[in-house]
């Protein structure tokens, strides 16, 4: 089951208590209480995995590592380690304690949500013309403590659209076994299903029918969804009687809904190769010469043109 939202509360590090020491040397007597470390901050990580979120249903709290405190002969304590929780890209956090608002889009970008504390002083730095031999230290200080409301926002690299039951959710299976529904029906897929190949996040948006931006069938709750896609793969079924009325079809209820849609990058795929010949496939393909975009043609049941779309698939770049 796919978690897409979770609540967390993150606390930074305390920082160390610093010491309160002297030499026992002679000739070197005074004050040689080090430091307390820094207490160690709690970073929030955009990974690829769309499963990241899984790991926080048991346990909502995480703190960061305390620093260390100070000791004898100048020795300050080690800064507590940083804590790196991974979310998949495309998370939305709310910082519930502050009402910050903030979004992860690229795998690999890192932002700091509570910062440790800071370690406080040994008597060493005390120390001065008028105060040879202080006592007084600090203590660490508290890291920040925050609550946090996690969501995510689907953001796929590659977005599966076209008419219900042409085929999108058998592809989606085959590609990433991602075991979404599958039957032949329309609607038969009622939420977005994700897969991952090889890093490539596969959503497969809920069939789209004439009407939809305006709230017919299931309306513009999976629109919403193609807008975070990078990619566009539309799909038509090869048994259709009419291919290039389905794509216009599509392609409609995107431009009414947001122009920005029909910028995306976008490529045809022709479904369920292995129902129809291959005269039927040509006739298909002049038809949609005018659309002027690349077509490639697929049957989860031929080998070579699932490992053609494989090939395809390697050449796209994951941000």
């Known amino acids: 089951m796919l978690i897409d939202n979770i609540s967390l509360k993150v606390s930074g590090g305390h920082g160390g208590v610093g010491a309160s020491t002297f030499s026992g040397v002679k000739m070197t007597l005074g004050p040689t209480g080090g430091s307390g470390g820094r207490g160690g901050s709690v970073y929030l990580e955009a990974v690829v995995d769309i499963g990241a979120l899984r790991k926080y249903r048991s346990e909502k709290s995480f703190r ?12 300050d304590g080690h800064d507590g380690q940083d804590l790196i929780l991974p979310v998949p890209r495309g998370t939305w956090v709310k910082n519930l304690t502050s009402g910050e608002e903030f979004e992860l889009t690229k795998s690999g970008e ?3 949500i509570a910062k440790g504390g800071k370690g406080g002083k040994g008597n060493y730095q005390y120390k001065s013309s008028t105060n040879t031999s202080p006592k007084q230290f600090q203590s660490g200080l508290p890291g920040e403590e925050f609550d946090l409301h996690l969501e995510l926002k689907l953001i796929a690299d590659i977005g599966l659209i076209g008419l219900p039951n042409v085929g999108k959710s058998s592809f989606l299976n085959e590609m990433t076994n991602s075991q979404s529904r599958v039957a032949n029906y329309p609607f038969t897929t009622l939420e977005p299903h994700l897969g991952v ?24 709750k999976f629109l919403r969804h193609i807008e975070r896609t990078k990619t566009l793969f539309h799909f038509i079924d090869c048994g259709t009687d009419d291919a290039l009325r389905d794509y216009k079809i599509i392609r409609k209820e995107l431009g009414t809904y947001s122009k920005k849609l029909l910028k995306k990058s976008e490529y045809i795929i022709l479904s369920k190769s292995d129902t129809v010949d291959e005269k039927k496939i040509a006739e298909i393909k002049k038809s949609l010469k005018s659309v002027k975009k690349e077509i490639l043609t697929v049957s989860i049941h031929n080998f070579d043109q699932v490992k053609a779309v494989q090939v395809f698939l390697s050449k796209i770049k994951v941000d």
């Open 197 to 220: 190949y090889h890093d490539l996040i596969l959503a497969d948006i809920p069939g789209i029918i004439e009407g939809a931006s305006s709230g017919k069938g299931l309306g513009v």
């Open 110 to 112: 890192r932002i700091l």
């Open 64 to 75: 960061a590592e305390d620093g260390r405190d100070g000791r004898s002969a100048l020795r």
